[in-house]
């Protein structure tokens, strides 16, 4: 059992795994998820962030899945109001006044009356892997009807490498029943470790205010039973709610930007780490997959506010886009933090003058690596040492 236990937590990143050994792999994933006796898989590395306003009674869903993993929670708005959290669940719960306590003043960089306060989570966990989730989604189902347990497809994700370089048209070429397919070259079929698993959702689509406007009563009903690698210098729209990364590789870059109370713009904030993130994947050699898993969005939220709050966003992703399509990163940017302050002053000196709310949000991505670098200071890996010196 202890070797088993090894070999799915510990896949193969430097070598393609065959196609028996994937068959292998997963046929031990599945016997060892179906014994009660056998820890879940990083259970002791992984959070779960959950950002929200109201009582989380959608965690009675999903609690097969997530009571064996520890929560972060993250109260945004009123911090006197008492969130109730359903019991059995392993949880820490933060509101604004714990975020100003434990920041200081470099809490302003952490938005308030938004989502994208969920981003104090990512910084104050301590764990490899990060999963968040928003309070209202809940659990998908397949085709066949049955649940789809989300987290651990996500793990699967973030735990089997990337191919960013060359597209693979079968998708995900260490998904069982899959390889890489004729034609690939086999200096590439090592892959690349997995930063970022981006998920999608059934029900209620991800959509701006105006396409909400003109399809309200839309619906998303399909399923694509797929996973894939977006293609190095492609970008994506990233959306939070459904979204798993390596807390490790790319934490420092998954900070939502200033949204919410006192900004001019909302609703913004997971595509601005989306498009930072894998602008400094790409330069670092790591990479981003999308597809499964799937939840279940279950609520619209009104357009008419939507629209408010992503007005000047309509316009200024104009901008956005071409920047970040085009910005490149120097070679001595060798970690995702070197990467976000290189990207904080390419912001100020190119998007400022779009507008300055952009002067302030380069600011503020300088505080939040301030931040996390407190949050997270470890001696190894701030302080250089001489070659020779014990650690």
């Not at 070797?3 to 510990?10: A, K």
């Not at 179906?34 to 950002?51: A, C």
């Not at 004729?182 to 998920?199: I, K, Q």
């Not at 109370?261 to 595509?271: A, E, F, K, L, S």
Request: charged share 20%; glycine share 6%.
């Amino acid at each position: 059992n202890v070797h088993i236990i090894f070999l799915l937590q510990n896949p193969p990143t430097q070598q393609h795994i065959p196609t028996t050994t994937t068959n292998l792999v997963s046929l031990l994933s599945l016997s060892v998820t179906m014994s009660s006796s056998v820890t879940p898989i990083l259970k002791d590395e992984l959070d779960i962030v959950i950002p929200t306003i109201r009582n989380l009674d959608f965690l009675e869903q999903w609690r097969p899945f997530f009571q064996p993993y520890h929560l972060i929670i993250i109260q945004d708005g009123d911090p006197s109001k008492v969130i109730k959290v359903p019991q059995g669940f392993d949880y820490e719960l933060y509101n604004r006044n714990d975020i100003n306590r434990i920041l200081g003043p470099k809490a302003s960089c952490i938005s308030f009356k938004d989502s994208a306060c969920r981003c104090f989570g990512f910084a104050i966990s301590k764990k490899k892997y990060i999963f968040t989730i928003d309070d209202d989604c809940f659990v998908a189902k397949d085709p066949s009807g049955k649940e789809i347990d989300a987290l651990q497809q996500h793990i699967k994700n973030l735990l089997t490498p990337s191919t960013p370089f060359f597209f693979n048209t079968l998708y995900d070429p260490y998904r069982e029943g899959a390889d890489f397919v004729r034609g690939y070259p086999f200096s590439l079929r090592e892959g690349v470790p997995t930063a970022v698993s981006h998920g999608l959702w059934l029900n209620v689509p991800d959509y701006d205010a105006p396409t909400q406007l003109v399809k309200p009563l839309e619906r998303n009903t399909r399923y694509v039973d797929a996973v894939m690698t977006i293609p190095k210098g492609t970008l994506f729209p990233m959306c939070g709610m459904n979204l798993a990364f390596n807390r490790g590789l790319i934490g420092p870059a998954l900070y939502f930007g200033l949204m919410g109370d006192g900004q001019p713009i909302g609703r913004y904030d997971d595509m601005w780490a989306g498009w930072c993130a894998k602008v400094i994947s790409d330069h670092l050699g790591l990479g981003v997959k999308t597809g499964l898993p799937y939840l279940w969005h279950s609520k619209a939220s009104n357009p008419f506010v939507n629209l408010k709050k992503e007005y000047k966003g309509i316009y200024w992703q104009e901008e956005l886009i071409p920047f970040f399509q085009s910005v490149s990163l120097p070679k001595e940017c060798t970690t995702p933090q070197k990467c976000y302050i290189e990207l904080s002053k390419k912001v100020k000196a190119k998007l400022g003058l779009v507008d300055d709310y952009f002067n302030k949000l380069a600011d503020a991505m300088v505080t939040w690596i301030e931040v996390w670098d407190e949050l997270n200071f470890s001696e190894e890996n701030t302080v250089a040492l001489p070659n020779g010196s014990e650690k």
